[in-house]
């Protein structure tokens, strides 16, 4: 390939475009002081062309030796060179970059238009990485770079970005880099930092494919492959939670079936503390925790039993009791037992005030037996005077119970009775007791001038305004006058905002778009297994269902979990 050592005046010479690297300013003026203090050490390789000879490698140095013959010195006039043959481009490239991969740093986009330029001479991968004795993944790396946008490279050639910034890009579609582009560009925004781009780039979330629980060949989405971290990513979110979950989800079965009491998922904005857990076998109420990851990967912990568990059996055991039962989560919070019961009253107490025959023996049952709220004192047994009737536990349970059609149809025809008992149309109730018995007499006199039917009309009305809320009279009630609450209340955003239990969310979602579909948001978190509820009952995206009806609002009232439904026992009337 080399044939011999000329030296060849400055003018002869031309640069190659085969050349596979570039130089500023500074970097001449150095070399150019060197070679005027210890002259030319290393010829130039060169070859014919036209009338004159091009550089194959050598640029720095003939750039160096142009600014030191800028006077026109005749010492300076001619270079040393060594001449290769004219017609090989791809013994060029080598020539050129074989020389510049020995004196690394060298400029990556250097790398990879020559790598790209003797690929397209024919020679592999393999064989470039073989000419300069370097990995076959650095050539992947190198021509990975082709993958990126033209204003990509320049912004990396000049210096506004860096290396590791450059290889994050080669994981990008062409879609995401003009995106990235779009910010770099824009003033007044700026791209996310080298730490945040890998997740940016791939959709919000690094999800590396060794974290997949499925046959990747399922998943119809793209994979970005990171030649530079030698990892490959899932760039579709959606698609690999889709197939992930149902994974999780016949693991569970599995384990299930395999005879484990319990098996937990432990969802991707949740943190696992084994630490918090006891070794417990199956056989003493060991459970299964499936831990899964915000970046996909899943761990699966058998044999697991919270430490408060251990700790509440070992008590019961040693003092004989179950005194601690209640202290187990329950499923509703105070505020979503409090909206639960007066949405539920709400609905009985209409339907009471129109069954003057149930409020009849309803009224007769309170004044034997008393209630929460009837207080019929006899004196050889004084009972101790309640608190007063249940309110809303906070101003805005408040304004959505106002909102609701019973609550409306109600005070109608509560209205309609203080009107017939001839009270004051400012009252708000028709129950109110006073010191000296003067309200009492002037009611039973006008009860005496009224027909039966009225009687029994005012008497169910007000049974209905004393009932209880959060008692079990009123389930009782409601299955005997078949309630339908469907027909008072739809799941609304106050129901939506109070119910944050994971397990009774993740039934509900069961319960509304079927249990196979549900697979697919395993482990989503519970806002938004709450969202997709809402789509779903609204048609927005999804099929519509028609009157769906939480479990905790039907009569008989039914939970979701093995645990209690609240935190303190319900009164039965």
Not at 351 to 358: G, Q
Not at 370 to 396: F, S, Y
């Amino acid at each position: 390939m080399i044939r011999n050592l000329h030296h060849i005046p400055l003018a002869e010479l031309t640069l190659s475009k085969l050349n596979v690297r570039r130089h500023g300013a500074k970097d001449i003026d150095s070399l150019a002081a060197s070679i005027n203090a210890l002259g030319l050490i290393q010829p130039l390789l060169v070859r014919a062309k036209n009338d004159g000879f091009e550089i194959v490698a050598g640029q720095r140095r003939y750039l160096a030796m142009k600014k030191l013959n800028a006077d026109g010195s005749p010492e300076t006039d001619t270079v040393p060179c060594v001449v290769m043959d004219a017609t090989d481009d791809a013994a060029a490239i080598e020539s050129s970059l074989a020389e510049n991969v020995a004196r690394l740093p060298m400029d990556e986009v250097d790398q990879y238009e020559a790598f790209a330029a003797l690929k397209k001479q024919g020679l592999g991968e393999a064989d470039i990485a073989a000419h300069f004795a370097i990995s076959e993944q650095v050539v992947k790396r190198r021509l990975a770079i082709s993958n990126l946008h033209p204003d990509i490279r320049r912004f990396y050639r000049a210096g506004e970005i860096d290396a590791k910034t450059l290889h994050l890009l080669t994981l990008a579609t062409k879609e995401r880099q003009k995106a990235w582009l779009t910010l770099q560009r824009d003033p007044e925004q700026t791209p996310p930092p080298s730490w945040q781009l890998k997740a940016w780039l791939l959709g919000g979330a690094e999800i590396s494919t060794k974290a997949a629980r499925f046959d990747e060949a399922l998943y119809q989405g793209a994979i970005a492959s990171d030649l530079f971290g030698e990892e490959r990513y899932f760039t579709d979110p959606d698609e690999f939670w889709r197939l992930q979950n149902a994974a999780i989800a016949q693991e569970r079965e599995r384990l299930l079936a395999a005879g484990w009491p319990e098996v937990h998922i432990v969802e991707p904005d949740r943190r696992f503390q084994v630490w918090e857990y006891d070794k417990a076998p199956k056989s003493k109420g060991g459970a299964v925790y499936i831990d899964v990851e915000p970046d996909g990967h899943v761990t699966v912990h058998k044999g697991l039993q919270p430490r408060k568990d251990v700790q509440r059996a070992l008590r019961t055991a040693r003092d004989g009791n179950d005194a601690d039962a209640l202290a187990e989560r329950p499923e509703m919070s105070a505020p979503l037992a409090n909206y639960v019961d007066l949405v539920r009253r709400s609905a009985v107490r209409l339907a009471v005030a129109d069954a003057p025959k149930i409020a009849l023996r309803l009224m007769l049952a309170h004044v034997i037996g008393g209630g929460r709220w009837w207080q019929v004192i006899v004196p050889e047994a004084r009972r101790r005077h309640d608190d007063g009737p249940l309110r809303p536990a906070t101003a805005i349970i408040g304004d959505a119970m106002a909102a609701l059609p019973a609550q409306a149809m109600f005070a109608d025809r509560r209205q309609e009775v203080i009107a017939l008992l001839g009270l004051d149309a400012a009252d708000t109730t028709i129950v109110r007791h006073d010191h000296d018995g003067a309200r009492t007499a002037a009611v039973f006199a006008r009860l005496l001038d009224m027909a039966d039917k009225d009687v029994m009309r005012i008497l169910a009305i007000v049974m209905a305004e004393t009932l209880a809320a959060g008692t079990g009279l009123v389930d009782t009630l409601g299955v005997t006058l078949d309630v339908d609450i469907g027909q008072h209340w739809q799941p609304d955003d106050m129901f939506f905002a109070l119910v944050k239990d994971r397990e009774a969310v993740s039934a509900m979602l069961v319960e509304v778009i079927g249990e196979t579909a549900a697979k697919s948001y395993l482990t989503q978190t519970g806002t938004r297994k709450k969202a997709i509820i809402r789509k779903a009952l609204d048609g927005d995206g999804r099929t519509k269902v028609e009157r769906w009806t939480p479990r905790y609002m039907v009569f008989p009232q039914v939970r979701y979990t093995s645990r209690p439904l609240t935190a303190e026992r319900r009164p039965a009337a």
